[in-house]
């Protein structure tokens, strides 16, 4: 099972990750926790150049380095993780990049959906749960801002705009999450949504 967390600044994700990973953890699960960009080598060097607020990087350039780094996290983590029979949860993935460099960065979609495609070999989550904020809360929440949280409230609205119009198209993939509850309402909600995931699946395979 591949479970991806998306979600503008400040929204609680890292935090839900864990409190995720620690109730499956409990379950029995094998699980593991990764993120994107940093979820390998390269994609750590990566991470640290594309969040950088010194990084002088276009929009464009900008957008290939994340395409690299998934590829490598893709063949490296993330598919030998679900063959070994693993649940992934993992922080960010190509829904990111449709928000923030297709609606904030404003570059072409249709060759971003081409990008993610040749990334991820045409991987997707089978759940993915967007935790839904305000763009001026979430990036209130923030201290010592990086290259992205750096960027105007404007910017940080177009984002919140791409991750609702992406939930609009993939009702049955992404559900959206309150992440202005606390962080335990929060975590129920996501749990509630995973136990009957799972249940479901058990199901099937019993059938």
Known sequence: MFISFEGGEGC?????????????????HPVIQTREPGGTALGQALR???LDPRSELGSTSELLLYAADR?????????PALTAGRIVLC?????????????GRRLDLALIERL?????????????FWLKLDARTGLERRRDPDRFEAESLAFHRRIEAGFAELALRHPERIRL????????QTARQIRDIVDKFLNKNQSKLRE
């Open 116 to 128: 993610n495609r040749i990334a991820t070999g045409g991987l997707t989550p089978d759940l993915t």
């Open 177 to 184: 999450i309150d992440a202005s509850l606390s962080v335990e």
């Open 12 to 28: 609680g994700k890292t935090t839900q990750i864990a409190l995720l990973h620690d109730w499956l953890t409990s379950l029995g």
């Open 91 to 103: 922080d960010r993935f190509s829904d990111s990049t449709v928000a923030y460099q297709g609606y």
């Open 48 to 50: 640290t150049l594309l």
């Open 71 to 79: 590829a490598e996290h893709v063949e490296r983590v993330v598919r």
